[in-house]
């Protein structure tokens, strides 16, 4: 609904250009009203972030690496300067390398498994460190899932065990921080053609049989897992929480 998030100010981390699901949750709680934050991950990512902050109206815009020391908190520490506070925030990061991520769950290497935690797992944990003080009067944490954490999906690889891992802590963070009012929850969308999802393995072939296999017999676009997100954010949504909320044509019912 125009203007349920009038008033509200999230952060939008995980936007890469104009078929980012983060981009599809971003656009979808500017029309709701929202003020937003967004990011881009580094020089060559900027120009296909920046036309799109001026989309949507963003001021505040800022690289975001989070391998790299100190860029989190200077993120934090400029929404808290230019803002004071903060209402939501949507995490929509994630990163294996290559070698780790087309071969073996069984052959990856202690050090791309790690990798993969850190930016697609534990990135979430540091931003709802630094996010929980600044919601106030609490606020709304949402990430995003695939269906290869509940089970196994061919080529997703080293993703599925590190997405269950945030899943998990999806329910850890719904639990810790419930009590100050913030919600915290996971959408998990079906194969959508972004340029992350390009590195999988037959990844045209993984889409295609989704869009056979759903009971709605085609697949999800941005502006749908961004109308979910809007909900999540918003007043309506701040019942829900601890949650993997799947958009995805109905395909994770047939397991």
């Not at 079906?190 to 049989?209: I, K, N, Q, W, Y």
Request: proline residues 5%.
């Amino acid at each position: 609904m125009a203007g349920e998030l009038q008033g509200l100010r999230g952060l939008v981390v995980g936007v890469a250009n104009e078929h980012s699901i983060a981009w599809g949750c971003a656009r979808a709680c500017h029309e709701a009203g929202a003020e937003l934050a967004l990011t881009w991950l580094n020089d060559k990512a900027r120009p296909f972030v920046e036309p799109l902050a001026e989309q949507v109206g963003a001021r505040l815009r800022l690289p975001l690496d989070v391998e790299q020391p100190g860029q989190l908190e200077a993120v934090f520490d400029a929404i808290q300067r230019e803002w004071g506070g903060l209402d939501f925030l949507v995490h929509s990061i994630a990163f294996a390398p290559r070698a780790d991520l087309q071969g073996r769950v069984v052959d990856s290497s202690a050090a791309g498994f790690a990798r993969a935690m850190d930016v697609s797992c534990h990135s979430l944990l540091r931003m709802a460190r630094l996010a929980e003080p600044l919601m106030t009067h609490g606020g709304s944490i949402v990430t995003m899932s695939y269906l290869g954490a509940e089970e196994v999906v061919a080529n997703y690889g080293l993703m599925g065990p590190v997405k269950a891992a945030l899943e998990s802590s999806v329910r850890y963070l719904a639990a810790e921080l419930g009590p100050r009012g913030i919600s915290v929850n996971a959408v998990s969308p079906g194969p959508v053609a972004t340029r992350a999802a390009s590195g999988l393995p037959d990844f045209d072939e993984l889409m295609a049989r989704s869009r056979e296999r759903a009971p709605l017999r085609r697949l999800v676009d941005i502006a749908e897992v961004g109308a979910l997100c809007r909900h999540l954010v918003s007043p309506l949504g701040h019942a829900l929480t601890g949650n993997v909320l799947y958009v995805d044509a109905g395909l994770h019912i047939l397991g």
